[in-house]
């Protein structure tokens, strides 16, 4: 029985990597795979999906006026729906991705993050939250060697940023992942000017 999939986890964790890797692995089995990613995504292209290890695909671009059943559709029958940068679709999106699931037995896995730089939910990242079968998560480390929760946006001085759209692409010059006692004390040392 096919399952909705939602694997987050912080910037750096290798969600992107896993996302191609397991895409990888269908295909060895000889499997077809429709690789889908949010044309807000054009970080490494706009129908390119890029790990920083150096692995990448080309995928379909699903635009956020888009329903994904038709573009499925159109694309005709796979075996399997992967999904990178999963946080970006539209809560209506993730409700048709678990249609997919639900009418054609179809598994889908979407990988993403789950919450921005301060902390909040994207709302595709929140409604898969609400219907996911499987929820993993993809853990990565803080600099202090604490779990990394954080998507700690920073600047080019690398200070922390508390303000701003939710939205910002960006990769390790825009990003840290951090634990969330990091990214206080960080926040409280740019406030006060002094070292904790």
């Not at 970080?43 to 573009?71: C, F, K, Y």
């Not at 992967?82 to 946080?87: P, S, V």
């Not at 301060?118 to 939250?129: N, S, Y």
Request: hydrophobic content about 40%; overall charge negative.
């Amino acid at each position: 029985m096919a399952k909705l999939y939602f694997k987050y986890g912080a910037m750096g964790s290798s969600k992107s990597a896993q996302a191609l890797i397991t895409k990888f692995n269908y295909e060895e089995l000889d499997m077809t795979v429709w690789l889908i990613k949010p044309s807000v995504d054009t970080r490494d292209g706009a129908d390119i999906i890029r790990s920083r290890i150096g692995l990448e695909a080309h995928a379909a671009v699903i635009t956020p006026e888009m329903n994904i059943l038709q573009a499925y559709a159109e694309a005709g029958d796979h075996d399997v729906i992967i999904a990178d940068e999963a946080q970006f679709f539209t809560p209506e999106q993730i409700d048709q991705l678990r249609e997919i699931v639900d009418e054609k037995d179809i598994p889908v896995l979407c990988f993403g993050l789950r919450t921005d730089f301060l902390t909040h939910f994207f709302p595709g990242a929140q409604r898969l939250m609400e219907l996911a079968d499987s929820l993993t998560e993809i853990k990565t480390v803080c600099r202090c060697g604490r779990k990394a929760t954080v998507n700690a946006r920073i600047d080019s001085e690398g200070k922390i940023v508390t303000e701003g759209g939710q939205i910002l692409l960006g990769g390790n010059d825009s990003y840290v992942a951090m634990c969330h006692q990091c990214w206080m004390r960080k926040i409280r040392e740019q406030k006060t000017g002094r070292r904790e």
